[in-house]
């Protein structure tokens, strides 16, 4: 009898985790974010853009500078180039690699071509807008420093967008074990931007304009060279003043100490001068606002300074400086038989009082100019001083929406000077809208008010018909008249036409770079020539003789003060 063997069945081998996947899938690769190469497409627009920061804008960049404009803008492209790439291979998939490959291999062979092109071309037009400003040329080193600043800004930006790459898959791979993988990285990306805004502004941001705000305070506490306690009775903190020294600000203690001497007067004026009145109101000086105003008036009456011929209310830039040229080119004209007053409304320089709360200096003009007017309204007609109003950069803001319209502000005193006006101007931006047709927006004409504007002072030496009662000085090359926001996504009309003398016409508007080259100017903006850029000085000799020039003052005069001035 035979014995029947049963064998048993085999047992199956455990399964792998791949088993279930079609035989031409492989599993995916862990996927690097910090370590990740390179985006085709994001080196390619990085390229371009890095390419177009070497273009021309204002005005000339020190080579740090650049490098840093060239480091963020190629970022820029980098970024949005990244993005894009990122899009089309989700809807189309990756790109194959053998095409890959090549294009690759025609980044390598273009791209540095490309930049040293680009890199001699910004040489060229760098040295070209110094020569256009009066400007010594930069050695052509700077090339060297200014690549090696935008390579470093480059791959500092690109780490820190790679660790926020990074924390937004970490917080996806938390989110997804409650959610499908979508809302998980829709809830990670929006957690990392959260924290991202709030430590910028929170700590960057708020820690910057604290800092700024502490370096101010002890700078406005301090007193510059050579400025001393006056011995006049006519400057505020001096013998007899009601307005303590101390009280006055580190700009306020140069306004009243910066008057010429009575010998120099008589010296430029050729007949006996008097000794001019200047008076200041610091943000210690009182309390309010309209308690300082009512402290400035009072010291008018003090010194006499209704019975001047010329009254001149300046409402200064946000330290409450006020340039000691613009000052002393009035009392040059009238012989030191002036009255000028100003008053502080804060210590922090004009970018963060812009950024910061425009309504205190628009609350120090209102309070000024109208507690001086309301005083030289009081006086009979034919008596009182002429009333000069002058106001820069954000001083021009205080003004003019002090006055609100164009019209008023014709009314509002016998002559206002405005220097280097900013977009957030009112009646500056009602006047270029509705310029009569053909006029150019930096040089726009309104027949309908005595109201001129020049891009360069000379022009008003050569004025026909009636005397303007305001001027506005706008340098073609000042970037705080021409920095918009809409430079973000629209072509300027001052880049459109026929262009101001001092602007390049290698200068084109580019989306977003030109915005960010303009922005950038207005760090150097007063680094420059007089005529150029934020800088007026000397200039505003031709702005006072079209406004309100002393009897028998010539072009000649003009011409000798500014010579003066500018020594």
């Keep these: 009898m035979r014995m029947q063997v049963v064998t048993s069945p085999p047992i199956p081998s455990p399964r792998r ?25 994001g080196v390619a627009l990085g390229a371009v853009f890095y390419c177009l920061s070497f273009t021309p804008s204002l005005l000339p960049r ?82 060297a420093r200014t690549v090696s600043v935008s390579l470093l800004t480059f791959t500092v930006l690109l780490v820190i967008a790679r660790l926020l790459r990074l924390a937004t898959h970490g917080c996806a791979f938390l989110f997804r074990r409650a959610v499908p993988v979508p809302a998980a990285y829709c809830a990670g990306t929006l957690v990392v931007a959260v924290l991202s ?84 109101g610091g943000l210690a000086s009182a309390l309010t606002v309209e308690d300082r105003a009512r402290l400035v008036v009072r010291e008018m009456d003090r010194t006499g300074a209704f019975d001047r011929s010329v009254i001149a209310v300046f409402t200064p830039t946000g330290t409450g400086w006020v340039d000691n040229k613009v000052t ?21 320089p004009s970018f963060f009082a812009f950024m910061g709360d425009r309504s205190e200096v628009v609350d120090a003009a209102d309070a000024l100019i109208g507690a001086v007017r ?75 008010l005595p109201i001129e504007f020049a891009d360069d ?30 430079l973000l996504w629209q072509k300027p009309q001052w880049l459109i036409g026929k262009r101001a003398a001092d602007v390049t016409p290698d200068m084109h508007w580019y989306p977003g770079i030109t915005f960010w080259q303009i922005t950038c100017d207005l760090v150097f903006s007063n680094k420059v020539p007089t005529g150029h850029g934020h800088v007026y000085k000397s200039e505003t000799v031709d702005g006072w003789a079209a406004i309100a020039p002393p009897p028998g003052w010539t072009t000649q005069d003009s011409l000798r003060l500014r010579a003066l001035l500018d020594r």
């Design 17 to 41: 985790t791949t088993d279930h996947l079609p035989a031409t899938v492989t599993p995916p690769a862990r996927r690097r974010i910090a370590s990740a190469g390179l985006s085709l497409a």
């Design 62 to 143: 020190v080579w740090f500078l650049q490098g840093m404009v060239a480091g963020v803008t190629a970022a820029m492209g980098y970024g949005l180039g990244a993005a894009l790439e990122a899009l089309v291979r989700r809807f189309r998939g990756p790109m194959r690699p053998h095409i890959a490959r090549i294009a690759w291999a025609v980044l390598a062979i273009t791209v540095p071509v490309l930049v040293a092109v680009f890199l001699w071309l910004g040489n060229h037009w760098q040295q070209d807008l110094r020569i256009r400003l009066g400007m010594e040329p930069a050695p052509d080193t700077d090339i």
């Design 197 to 280: 805004y709030t430590a910028f502004d929170g700590l960057l941001v708020a820690n910057l304009f604290a800092m700024a705000d502490r370096s101010a305070a002890v700078v406005n506490n301090g007193t510059g060279n050579g400025v001393t306690v006056p011995v006049s009775g006519l400057r505020s903190g001096g013998p007899g003043s009601a307005v303590s020294w101390d009280s006055l600000g580190r700009q306020g203690r140069a306004f009243v100490a910066g008057a010429p001497s009575t010998d120099e007067l008589t010296a430029f004026a050729g007949r006996p001068a008097v000794e001019p009145i200047r008076l200041y």
């Design 328 to 348: 002393r080119s009035l009392e040059y004209m009238y012989a030191g038989d002036s009255a000028l007053v100003s008053m502080q409304y804060s210590y922090l």
């Design 374 to 448: 309301d005083r030289w309204a009081t006086m009979p007609a034919g008596d009182r001083p002429r009333l000069l109003l002058f106001g820069e950069s954000l001083g021009t803001y205080g003004m003019e929406t002090t006055f609100g319209t164009p019209e008023a502000l014709v009314d509002g005193a016998d002559g206002a000077l405005l220097l280097g006006p900013t977009f957030a101007n009112p009646a500056h931006r009602e006047l270029t809208e509705n310029r009569a047709a053909g006029s150019p927006v930096w040089d726009p004409h309104y027949p309908q």
């Design 457 to 486: 002072a000379t022009e008003l030496r050569d004025l026909t018909g009636p005397r303007p009662k305001v001027v506005y000085l706008q340098n073609a090359t000042d970037p705080v008249v021409w920095w918009s926001w809409d």
